[in-house]
């Protein structure tokens, strides 16, 4: 079992910042890469960054160059630091992990931590 935990989602004005963290605890040596995504109103979950354990990373195009995923192995947190913020970045933000196949580990999820970006 993994448990996820996601945090510091809030109110900010555009062009704003914002460090969200996600901190898994359980079967943690089983995660082989981690991930946000992020779901606004009405839209389908999208993903925004990934990052594996050996620190490769990858951004979607909306978000290259204002974000930034990091990852504090020792501690087992997640982090997105969000940087120009800008009203369509609001969304419920979520972290999500993936795992090598020997764990024989499902799919978890946190519950989220909002983020809402006002004009």
């Known amino acids: 079992q993994v448990q996820l935990v996601e945090s510091g989602g809030g109110l900010v004005q555009a062009g704003g910042s914002l460090r969200l963290s996600c901190a898994a605890s359980?079967?943690?040596?089983?995660?082989?890469?981690m991930g946000w995504y992020r779901q606004a109103p009405g839209k389908e979950r999208e993903l925004v960054a990934t990052?594996?354990?050996?620190?490769?990373?990858t951004y979607a195009d909306s978000v290259e160059g204002r974000f930034t995923i990091s990852r504090d192995n020792a501690e087992n947190t997640l982090y997105l630091q969000m940087h120009s913020l800008k009203p369509e970045d609001t969304a419920v933000y979520y972290c999500?992990?993936?795992?090598?196949?020997?764990?024989?580990?499902?799919?978890?999820w946190g519950k989220g931590t909002l983020v809402t970006v006002s004009s």
């Open positions: 999500n992990a993936a795992f090598y196949l020997g764990c024989g580990l499902g799919d978890y």
């Open positions: 359980g079967d943690t040596v089983c995660i082989s890469a």
């Open positions: 990052i594996t354990t050996d620190g490769d990373t």
